[in-house]
C-alpha cells in the first residue's frame, strides 16, 4: 500500500501546485481492495504524508489513521456506484465552484460540451443540490442518480470527480475547472456545442458517459 500511497499524495501536491485546491480545502482518496485510503480532515493537499493518511473500508469504517475529510461519504458514494472506480478527487477550484453556483445546463449535466476533451476526460456532470459539507444525504443522492456520471458539481461548493485511476480522476478534476472557466468566459453569448452525435461518440469511444439533454 505504500506505493499507492506515495502516489495519491503526488496526485494532491499536482493538483495544489496548480492552484486548484486553496488553503486547506479539497480532499483525495484512492481504492485498495476493499480499502480507501483518504486524505486526513483539515490538511493541505501539497502537504500530505503517505504515513499518515486515513483508511476506510467501503462502509465508511475507520480501519487504520487520523479522521478522514468529512467530504468521505462522497468518495464512498463514487466507489459503491462503479466498481471500477480507483480514485475520487474534491476540490473548491475557483471556476468551477463559481459554475456550481449558476443553473445548470441541462438536468443530467451542469456544463455542457464545450470541447471534446471534456467529454473525453469528464463525461457528463450533474449538479447536486446544495448542501452542508459532508451532508451524508448529499452522498446518497449521488450513489443514487439514475443515470451514469463519473463527476458532479455540488452547489455553491465545487467538484468531486472519479476516474478510474489516480492519473484519469486528476485530469478530469483538471479538465472540469477548464470547461467551467470557459462556461463562465463565454457567458450569454451565443455558443456552439459539441452536437449530440459528436459528444455521445466520443463518450462511447473515450469509456465516459454523455446523454441527449433532459
Known sequence: M??????????????AGLGLSPGSSGNVSVRDGDRILVSPTGTDLGALDPGNLSVLDLDGNRLDGPAPSKEYPLHLAFYRRERATRAVVHLHSRHAAAASCRQPWSER?????????????????????????GDPAQAAELEGLAFPCRAALLQNHGPVVAGTSLRAAAEAAVEVEEASALH????????????????TELARRYGTYWEPAH
Do not use: C, K
Not at 470541447?115 to 446544495?130: A, C, E, K
Not at 463562465?184 to 459528444?199: F, I, K, N, Q, S
Open 2 to 15: 505504500t506505493a499507492l500511497a506515495q502516489e495519491l499524495v503526488a496526485a494532491a501536491a499536482h493538483l
Open 184 to 199: 463562465l468566459l463565454l457567458g450569454d453569448r451565443p455558443v456552439r456545442h459539441l452536437t449530440p452525435a459528436e459528444a
Open 109 to 133: 449535466s451542469a456544463l455542457p460540451p464545450l470541447t471534446p476533451y471534456f467529454v473525453m476526460r469528464v463525461g457528463q456532470i450533474p449538479l447536486l443540490p446544495y448542501a452542508p459539507p
